[in-house]
């Protein structure tokens, strides 16, 4: 008799273990990840092609390498020896024509090249001789 009261003790100290053990402080919460904000990218230099219509970039590029059309948008590519550009066109207004929103330019073997510097190398390779810069 006395076994089974000792072990009836003991059930009963285990099972209130198991109450206060449900009793413990919540975890700290974990620490919120900031909002990333993007990089600025900088626009000096690209003023003459930023909110330019096709015409605008045949105009200052000449005709482009790639011409390419989807839904509302328009990629158009031009190439030099120093440099390729990819202008990208939207539509900013409901019944605008689609205009330069972005531009990325790389050199010819993939490398990085600044934006600005390809948009000069590319309007000088078609500006004719004699020809000021505007």
């Not at 790389?106 to 510097?117: E, F, H, K, N, T």
């Amino acid at each position: 008799m006395a076994c089974l009261r000792a072990k009836g003790a003991t059930m009963a100290a285990m099972a209130g273990l198991a109450l206060v053990g449900g009793c413990t402080a919540r975890p700290a919460p974990l620490p919120r990840a900031l909002p990333v904000t993007p990089p600025v990218l900088s626009v000096s230099g690209l003023e003459r092609v930023l909110g330019a219509t096709a015409a605008g970039l045949v105009a200052l590029f000449g005709p482009p390498e790639l011409d390419i059309r989807e839904d509302q948008a328009v990629k158009l590519q031009f190439a030099g020896p120093i440099c390729v550009l990819d202008a990208y066109l939207y539509r900013t207004r409901a019944r605008g024509e689609p205009v330069v929103t972005y531009v990325d330019a790389r050199q010819p073997d993939g490398r990085d090249i600044d934006r600005a510097s390809c948009v000069a190398a590319l309007a000088a390779r078609h500006r004719p001789q004699g020809a000021t810069r505007p």
